[in-house]
């Protein structure tokens, strides 16, 4: 039976009073003090604070379109209510904005680290961020996680001169890493968000470590985890491989979407109103924690999923990654990765003109370019230059219910 719970009456009093006193709590980050690499540009304005300046960098940046074609869970479907990454960044944005509205935390800072998020995720979703992590790390030895790359798209691809509250926000999201309590550690400087970038890419570990340094990125991050949980089970149905959401099995925060969202986010409030960390209740965080193990259990983890993926995206990752290695090794001015990539991060009007992106370590070129792509034309590259190969892309159809 469903279950919708609310806040308490002494919360919403609480809360209802301090609106109306004018006296609601405040930790939330003062555009007026966000930092940026360049402090000399994009100065916020009255009509322009700091963070939504990254808000707009961001929409507008090169890559922010891809999205649309960017697997969240299931690839390889051919249906349009299926949730792509585009989506899945907005509902992270939209969930997190309601708890920071209620917490009186800074929305445009929000707003700018959901959608930002997962700006360098590859396509075909964890899957290809795998595949594409054991080849780097086999031929450099660094550890590929999307939410650095996020960061290496918006600061380093294309230095859109983004304030350090929002990528630090972006780094810091991943959310498969859960926790009961979020307490931001402060960042005063980008020396040491490039500190904590770099450790990332040498040291295994270094991404499970890393915390926001804003409330606002705290909110985004337990956000990403709501907004998936429910939304994957919905997924899984339109894509046959249950019944009905109902037939995964449920947990103390419910069991479908709108159950999920609702109770985490009603505890989140009642237990972070007033307080400089995000909470919830220790029921509530078991509830999370085993409504994950029981989506990797029964949605992500099934077997004929996990084979499809790794006969034919993997081997398509790794090929594509060594073939680009090899023609931007050898200068090959008439491959993709010079036609498709570097001309285009170079005659994009944010990019270096300068030549100054050659100069980048070719692997983390390669890795730049496959990151970028979208599921489609990730395959689509990879037939354009193996048109002999066994590998073979099969979709499920829009009408296989008709046949």
């Known amino acids: 039976m469903s279950k919708y719970e609310k806040l308490s009456p002494e919360v919403t009093q609480r809360i209802e009073q301090d609106i109306k006193d004018g006296t609601r709590p405040c930790f939330a980050a003062k555009s007026a003090d966000a930092l940026r690499r360049n402090p000399e540009q994009d100065r916020e304005s009255i009509w322009r604070p700091a963070y939504l300046r990254d808000v707009d960098k961001i929409m507008h940046s090169p890559y922010y379109n891809r999205y649309t074609d960017k697997t969240q869970v299931f690839s390889f479907y051919k249906n349009d209510d299926i949730t792509r990454r585009a989506l899945h960044v907005q509902l992270v944005s939209r969930l997190a904005r309601s708890i920071g509205s209620v917490l009186n935390l800074n929305l445009d800072l929000i707003e700018a680290i959901a959608l930002g998020h997962d700006i360098g995720h590859t396509p075909f979703g964890h899957a290809g961020e795998r595949y594409i992590g054991e080849i780097y790390r086999a031929e450099t030895g660094r550890f590929f996680n999307h939410n650095v790359h996020s960061v290496r798209v918006l600061d380093g691809i294309f230095p859109l001169n983004i304030t350090l509250d929002t990528l ?52 985004v991050r337990v956000c990403d985890i709501i907004a998936y949980l429910g939304r994957d089970r919905l997924d899984a149905q339109k894509a046959k491989l249950v019944e009905s959401p109902t037939d995964i099995e449920g947990s103390a925060i419910g069991t479908v979407n709108p159950e999920i969202i609702n109770n985490l986010m009603v505890n989140i409030i009642e237990h972070s109103y007033g307080k400089p960390y995000i909470t919830m209740d220790a029921e509530h965080y078991a509830g999370l924690r085993e409504a994950k193990r029981i989506n990797y259990r029964q949605i992500y983890k099934i077997e004929k999923v996990e084979r499809v993926l790794d006969e034919t995206v993997k081997p398509v990752m790794q090929r594509l990654y060594l073939q680009m290695l090899k023609d931007l090794r050898e200068g090959k001015k008439s491959s993709p990765i010079f036609k498709h990539h570097i001309d285009f991060v170079m005659n994009n009007h944010y990019g270096a003109k ?30 354009f230059l193996f048109p002999k190969s066994n590998v073979k892309f099969e979709y499920h159809g829009y009408f296989e219910d008709l046949m």
């Open 168 to 219: 630090n926000g972006i780094i810091t999201h991943n959310g498969e890493f859960e926790m009961s309590e979020y307490r931001p550690v402060p960042m005063t400087d980008f020396a040491a968000f490039d500190r904590m970038v770099e450790e990332c890419y040498t040291d295994e570990s270094g991404i499970v470590r890393i915390i926001p340094s804003t409330l606002e990125g705290c909110v």
């Open 354 to 383: 300068d030549g100054s992106y050659l100069d980048t370590e070719q692997n983390q070129i390669v890795i730049d370019y496959i990151a970028s792509m979208t599921d489609e034309y990730c395959t689509e590259l990879y037939q």
